[in-house]
């Protein structure tokens, strides 16, 4: 089964410039979440999806930064315009679904985009 | 702000020793999971342990999960170059599924 893809894995852009990521989650993946990670730190997450509806997006910065998934499958998420503390890498994931049972809790990332703003 | 915290935050061992790692946590957890992440590389899960499950195995890998004591450990036996890694818990308050990372713990094996 192919993984989670994500592109570009490597973006170098200045301050107030715009940037967008994409993500392809794993097929029949239901929930898809996008993450930050801060070099040093643990992921955290930004926005969750199930389906194309958004299920919590508490520690989204809305101001600067967007995201969606249109037709439940693909995502992007946006960020504009950019800070030098955006410098980070955007994790992409998928899981089957929410909920208990049959190793649905597991997470499936993706490699990353690795975002400088200089 | 991160629910898992991770201690050591470094760990370097020699191959074929084995890796402890401990993760504390907060508040009331459903599930707590441990992913692996290589440099450059995203995360692979490791394990999931529920609120009410006290161990878990798989291969060299075992975890224990103190409710009482919100804490979590991480047993690496027999650790090989190929565990260099960064290992960091996860928390899921419920079944829903939404994770709470800590900083991770740094583990170099020296081969």
């Known amino acids: 089964e192919a993984g989670v893809a994500q592109s570009p894995r490597y973006k170098i852009i200045e301050k107030r410039q715009s940037v967008a990521f994409w993500c392809n989650p794993i097929?029949?993946?239901?929930?898809l979440y996008w993450y930050q990670q801060i070099l040093g730190q643990g992921p955290k997450l930004l926005i969750q999806?199930?389906?194309?509806?958004?299920?919590?997006d508490s520690q989204l910065p809305k101001d600067r930064f967007s995201a969606e998934r249109l037709k439940g499958v693909d995502s992007t998420l946006k960020i504009q315009p950019a800070k030098l503390e955006d410098s980070a890498v955007y994790l992409c994931?998928?899981?089957?679904?929410?909920?208990?049972?049959?190793?649905?809790?597991?997470?499936?990332f993706g490699p990353g985009t690795r975002l400088l703003v200089l | 702000s991160q629910q898992g915290e991770e201690d050591p935050q470094a760990l370097s061992i020699q191959e074929g020793e084995n890796a402890t790692m401990n993760c504390s946590y907060k508040t009331s957890i459903n599930n707590l999971q441990w992913y692996r992440q290589n440099s450059g590389r995203g995360l692979v899960h490791l394990i999931l342990?529920?609120?009410?499950?006290r161990e878990k195995h798989s291969g060299r890998l075992r975890v224990t999960l103190d409710t009482s004591k919100k804490s979590s450990s991480l047993l690496i036996t027999a650790s090989r170059a190929a565990d260099t890694a960064s290992y960091f818990c996860a928390t899921a308050k419920a079944a829903g599924n939404k994770l709470t990372f800590g900083g991770g713990t740094r583990v170099l094996v020296k081969p």
């Open positions: 994931a998928s899981s089957p679904s929410r909920g208990a049972g049959g190793g649905r809790e597991t997470q499936y």
């Open positions: 999806f199930q389906n194309n509806g958004v299920v919590d």
């Open positions: 097929s029949g993946h239901a929930t």
């Open positions: 342990i529920r609120s009410n499950e």
